[in-house]
């Protein structure tokens, strides 16, 4: 009777391992995500294994990759050829150092691509930081997505809510660029709101994709500073965003 | 609204060839004076969608507890559209200037005439 049941509950080395340690003659069926490989055993070893076109150790160290999936296996099936010499405990350590090789190099290429975006998160927050020192009476300021979401902000104050300017300043700035695009006016540079208590600056970056916001105290801030450098930051903060 | 138009034509002459269009508009976006000299800025839709500007300025100021809106100026690479809550802020007005015109005088002249065209509104 055949034995089937899911990669799963048993893991295909033990699958491997206690097939051969039995000496059975049989074939293992193993099916994973639309595709179909066979293992062949006998005399307690791996004589020949196929995946598609494959055949051969390359297949075994492919299976070792396969966490999940369904197997079945049934005894007493000669193997048709015999395309593995390699004794089983050999092969399984090769393919298994193989995965934790291709699992490790997979791992430090999320790591480098981490890397990138946090180094592209400290440039923006750096220029940022000195932006705020620029600027008069400067309470926030944040590079933000037309989603509303800031990809940096800096606050002088770890009670502002940036991240409530940012959404709110973002569904404002649509609608005056909707205005300014429906009036024929332009395409849209920045947008100075002006309240009581505070200076909101709006200014786009390269690619309209993003824009820099500046919140400043109304009482001290100098609104030809504000414009004047927030210009300059613009385009030192549009080069800093990967593209 | 004779006054009103006379008070804008005096602004006008100030920005000379800068000036574009102003209008003295109500909260539901219908100007009651004022107008564009140039034939490709419409005054009347740019009334209608500023009110809608200055509605969520508002709503957006008040969110956020910044207090009121003064005014709120976009540039873009043709104009200048600044837009400035009058009275009670149940009008508000707005001008549009060329890139050429000097942006703190006409803050300044923004600032300066809104009370007069307050005044000059019939209550």
Redesign the interface.
């Known amino acids: 009777m055949p034995l089937a049941g899911s990669l799963h509950d048993i893991a295909l080395t033990d699958l491997i391992q206690i097939t051969c340690q039995e000496n059975r003659q049989a074939r293992l069926v193993v099916q994973h995500e639309g595709k179909e490989a066979e293992i062949f055993f006998d005399g307690g070893n791996i004589v020949h294994a196929r995946l598609d076109d494959l055949e051969g150790e390359e297949v075994i160290h492919q299976l070792l990759g396969w966490a999940e999936g369904e197997f079945h296996l049934e005894s007493d099936v000669a193997p048709p050829t015999r395309t593995i010499e390699t004794p089983w405990s050999a092969l399984l350590m090769q393919g298994l150092q193989r995965y934790d090789e291709l699992q490790w190099e997979a791992s430090q290429l999320t790591t480098e691509e981490d890397n990138d975006m946090a180094s592209t998160q400290a440039s923006l927050q750096n220029l940022l930081t000195e932006l705020g020192q620029e600027i008069q009476g400067f309470i926030a300021a944040a590079v933000v997505g037309m989603d509303g979401f800031g990809i940096a902000n800096h606050a002088v104050d770890a009670k502002v809510q940036v991240e409530s300017i940012n959404a709110q300043m973002t569904m404002f700035t649509k609608l005056v660029q909707t205005s300014t695009t429906k009036l024929k006016a332009g395409n849209i540079e920045d947008n100075l709101l002006t309240t009581e208590q505070a200076i909101i600056l709006v200014r786009f970056l390269e690619d309209d994709n993003y824009y820099l916001s500046i919140v400043a105290d109304r009482s001290k801030a100098n609104i030809g500073n504000l414009r004047l450098y927030s210009r300059l930051y613009a385009e030192q903060l549009s080069k800093a965003i990967p593209h | 609204m004779a006054k009103l138009d006379d008070i804008i034509q005096e602004l006008r002459n100030e920005l000379g060839s800068d000036f574009v269009a102003a209008s003295v508009v109500g909260m539901d976006g219908l100007a009651i004076a004022g107008g564009s000299v140039d034939p490709?800025?419409?005054a009347t839709?740019?009334s209608a969608?500023?009110a809608?500007?200055m509605k969520?300025?508002a709503k957006?100021?008040g969110?956020?507890?910044?207090?009121?809106?003064?005014?709120?100026?976009?540039?873009?690479?043709?104009?200048f559209?600044l837009t400035r809550f009058l009275g009670d802020g149940s009008y508000y007005w707005e001008m549009?200037v060329t890139k050429d015109a000097t942006l703190?005088m006409v803050?300044m002249l923004m600032n300066e005439y809104a009370d007069r065209l307050w005044n000059a509104i019939p209550h």
């Open positions: 490709e800025f419409d839709a740019a969608r500023f809608l500007v969520l300025a957006v100021s969110k956020l507890q910044l207090g009121q809106v003064d005014d709120n100026l976009v540039t873009t690479d043709r104009v559209i549009a703190g803050r």
